[in-house]
């Protein structure tokens, strides 16, 4: 390893060289990717905040996109492993309180994942991969909806929840409630934007109130 590859990655003891260089370099572009736009950020750029020289960048990934692309994807994982940290187990709390909780974690996830996705609209190329990518992951974000009917069939086994109940609709109703609201906090003003404090129970209130509800609203928490 050259002396400036040697320093580059000091402070990785425990990964050979190769390893730690790549991580290195993922280390670098994600932190260039939240400071500013994706399209702003070049090659050379992302060799010199490393400390490496522009060709190193090649010995580890084909262009700047896988590279962009590897360090979104790390991103992404952050924010599902948080969402996935917060949800809780049926027959656990109460059924209004699980919704809650459910809600404001699939509101974070989407409320972090759009400026993503936002910000790599000038790169058609790397969005569509970075899309690709996270929809066939198992921890893709049409797998957050899938918990949350998850646990809603594991209530209805409970008792919990009515047996009539679509839970693939209502997780359907209530993770688009939280992308609306997700929505709104990135583009409406001050005063006008929705305030998760009482939208999300508001939202949830009336998810068991119509859809989750039964006979006298019996059994809902």
């Known amino acids: 390893m050259s002396p400036r590859r040697a320093k580059a990655v000091t402070g990785r003891a ?9 991580q290195h370099l993922i280390d670098t572009a994600d932190d260039l990717l939240a400071q500013r ?6 090659t050379r750029e992302i060799a ?13 990934f084909a262009d700047k996109y896988e590279l962009l692309l590897a360090a979104l994807l790390r991103r992404y994982h952050r924010l599902a492993d948080r969402f996935a940290a917060a949800l809780p187990e049926p027959g656990t709390g109460t059924v209004a309180g699980n919704l809650h909780a459910f809600a404001r974690a699939s509101l974070d996830f989407q409320a972090d ?24 992951d198992l921890h893709g974000p049409q797998a957050n909806q899938s918990r949350l009917s998850g646990y809603l069939l594991g209530e209805q086994a409970l008792g919990r929840v009515p047996a009539h109940v679509d839970t693939v609709a209502a997780a359907t109703l209530l993770t688009g409630a939280c992308l609306s609201f997700a929505i709104a906090g990135h583009v409406l003003p001050d005063g006008v934007r929705p305030d998760p404090a009482t939208a999300l129970p ?20």
């Not at 425990?14 to 790549?22: E, Q, S, Y």
């Not at 010199?48 to 580890?60: F, I, K, Q, W």
């Open 37 to 42: 736009p994706v399209a702003t950020i070049t």
């Open 113 to 136: 994942l759009l400026p993503m996705g936002v910000g790599l609209i000038s790169e058609p190329a790397l969005l569509h991969r970075f899309m690709e990518t996270i929809h066939a």
């Open 202 to 221: 508001a939202a949830v209130e009336t998810l068991l109130n119509g859809v989750l509800a039964r006979q006298e609203h019996a059994g809902a928490e």
């Open 48 to 60: 010199r905040t490393a400390g490496v020289s522009d060709g190193v960048l090649y010995n580890y």
């Open 14 to 22: 425990g990964d050979d060289p190769a390893t730690a260089l790549r």
